[in-house]
């Protein structure tokens, strides 16, 4: 597997030689793109290092607008094309375009990181502050005041641990990274409505396991 040992800067600065993507026709985009992951998928280690310059940035990009931190970002990108790697032989393009294939790649590995993150708080016992606390009352007024803090962290994330998976999602998000409703639809790609009904879902059963009214 290459390393791809670039910064940021080196990924906006792409190889001269290749007329920008943007500056494509979406299909030839496409097919160049499927291409390469055809010979990735063949073991060309070439190709993964042309797909990386060609790519790189934009995934990059996605990436940080998940998780803003910049050396999770770059971790996120790394872990991604190591994935791309492994799996491009399973990449059927008519179930998807290479850029959509691709960006589903970093934004699960985006969201794992942040589900890490979580983890990780909850295992060292940091309370919530008062900053984060709001954060997330701001987004979800009433049932969000069970994001408690010290002593009672313990006893949320055991609860966490029986919401169906979308709605942790979803409330582990608002915590984390302070999203709003519409910011959390943009970031899972699911409709308003779906996140504002997984948000008071998911609430609704924090509160009934924890006790409150």
Wanted: glycine letters at 6%; one cysteine or more.
């Amino acid at each position: 597997m290459p390393s791809f040992e670039r910064t940021a800067a080196d990924r906006a600065g792409q190889d001269a030689s290749q007329p920008p993507i943007a500056a494509r026709a979406p299909g030839a985009e496409a097919d160049e793109l499927a291409a390469l992951l055809q010979r990735i998928g063949l073991g060309e280690r070439d190709a993964l290092r042309t797909l990386y310059a060609r790519c790189g940035a934009k995934l990059f990009g996605l990436a940080l607008r998940i998780l803003v931190r910049r050396d999770w970002a770059e971790d996120v990108l790394q872990e991604s094309f190591v994935n791309i790697w492994r799996h491009a032989a399973d990449y059927r393009p008519q179930r998807a375009a290479p850029m959509t294939w691709m960006a589903t790649i970093v934004r699960n590995r985006a969201l794992d990181c942040l589900r890490r993150q979580r983890a990780e708080r909850v295992a060292e016992s940091v309370p919530l502050d008062d900053t984060h606390a709001d954060a997330l009352a701001d987004h979800a007024p009433g049932p969000a005041d069970l994001a408690l803090a010290g002593q009672q962290a313990r006893a949320l994330a055991e609860c966490l641990k029986r919401l169906d998976p979308r709605q942790r999602e979803v409330i582990s998000l608002a915590y984390l990274r302070d999203l709003s409703h519409s910011e959390l639809a943009q970031t899972l790609s699911v409709p308003l409505g779906t996140v504002k009904s997984w948000m008071r879902r998911g609430l609704d059963r924090l509160r009934e396991c924890l006790g409150k009214p």
